[in-house]
């Protein structure tokens, strides 16, 4: 019956929201323009569908483009660059005066030439100079762009840096192989920022993570920021991915959203702001299609967003969907990603629930009973 009452309850609510887009919501309720951004994310193989095109455009006017600016996208290897997708995302964001955060971070997202066993030290320095040397000089005199994120998925759930693995086909960090500073840090981390600091001054500077709220993990990630604004870099935002999982995820449990708030304080009070960067939900075996799944869904969704909204005066914060629509993992976990539109491009009450927070500027917290 709570499940009933709980849908009827947001049924009710689409005539009425199906009218207003987030980007008139924010507007509409006076949500201050310079300091609270909501956007989503999308593909590059989108931006020739209308359908996406279209749909996103309703919706948003700040855009993260999906992976398309990354070490493997656009300097894969000595010697080899590609430029196209910048290209087309800039060309995209110009013609409809969007706001950009680009994701292309000296991350774990690298070539198989990076993450081939027989790369040295040297070699891997050399691509990754050259490559976000380039990245940050066009990205300088990019109208439309806002943020990049720096580095992203430095630290292990467990507090150690990530590092690489044997072969190339593995989830790793090549990067971290260059090596230790004489302080315990990676090279490759403070060398992004260096870099970045001096090619590109006009653009905020995020550190990007990953994860849920483990303690450890975030002690070394706000240690390692710490680390680098010592060194007078300079590091303007933090960044949480928020990939929520299934039924223990952040959104559900008290004390992580008690950690979240904590870490948002603490990027305020040290003069930087506070991004999250890839919300979406992702599940195991649960039937994406049952009633309890979505009402976790939207449960968890509420919650990132209210506390959000409770620190929106404090300082920066963003809110970034990554992908529109609900789709399949890339295996055993998450076997389904669930996002604001299902496979079909029908909206979801995750969207309705979202706008239902943004509306009411909702700072509250709920948990299921």
Not at 131 to 139: K, P, Y
Not at 205 to 216: A, F, P, Q
Not at 346 to 355: D, G, H, R, T, V
Request: proline residues 4%; aromatic residues 12%; contains cysteine.
């Amino acid at each position: 019956m709570r499940f009933f009452i709980f849908f009827f309850i947001l049924s009710n609510l689409i005539f009425t929201q199906s009218k207003n887009s987030i980007k008139n919501i924010l507007i509409d309720k006076e949500y201050d323009s310079k300091s609270f951004f909501v956007g989503a994310t999308i593909g590059h193989g989108e931006l020739s569908k209308p359908s996406v095109t279209n749909l996103f455009l309703s919706e948003f006017t700040y855009l993260t483009p999906a992976n398309s600016f990354k070490q493997t996208a656009i300097h894969p290897r000595p010697g080899v660059w590609n430029w196209k997708k910048y290209d087309d995302f800039i060309d995209f964001a110009e013609k409809n005066n969007l706001t950009l955060r680009v994701h292309g971070p000296v991350s774990p997202q690298a070539s198989k030439w990076a993450k081939n066993d027989s790369r040295t030290k040297e070699e891997l320095l050399r691509n990754m100079e050259e490559f976000f040397t380039e990245l940050c000089i066009r990205l300088n005199d990019e109208k439309t762009v806002k943020w990049m994120d720096v580095v992203n998925e430095t630290v292990l759930r467990n507090g150690e840096w990530f590092k690489e693995k044997p072969g190339d086909s593995s989830w790793e960090n090549p990067w971290t192989q260059i090596g230790l500073n004489d302080d315990g840090f990676p090279i490759y981390i403070v060398k992004a920022f260096e870099i970045a600091n001096k090619y590109a001054p006009n653009v905020k500077l995020v550190y990007n993570h990953n994860g849920g709220m483990e303690r450890k993990m975030w002690e070394k990630v706000l240690e390692t920021i710490t680390y680098l604004k010592n060194l007078g870099l300079r590091v303007d935002g933090v960044g949480w991915q928020a990939h929520l999982r299934d039924k223990n995820g952040v959104g559900l449990v008290k004390e992580d959203l008690n950690y979240l708030s904590y870490l948002i304080d603490w990027t305020h009070a040290n003069s930087m702001e506070f991004h999250v960067t890839e919300l979406n939900y992702w599940l195991n075996n649960e039937n994406p299609k049952s009633i309890s799944v979505q009402k976790r869904q939207v449960l968890s969704y509420n919650n990132v967003v209210n506390t959000l909204i409770s620190k929106k005066n404090n300082g920066v914060v963003t809110l970034n969907i990554w992908g529109l629509f609900d789709r399949k993992g890339p295996g055993d976990f998450p076997k389904n990603i669930l996002s604001l539109y299902d496979q079909l491009g029908n909206p979801k009450q995750s969207l309705y629930a979202i706008k239902k927070s943004l509306m009411n500027k909702s700072i509250n917290l709920i948990f299921e009973k």
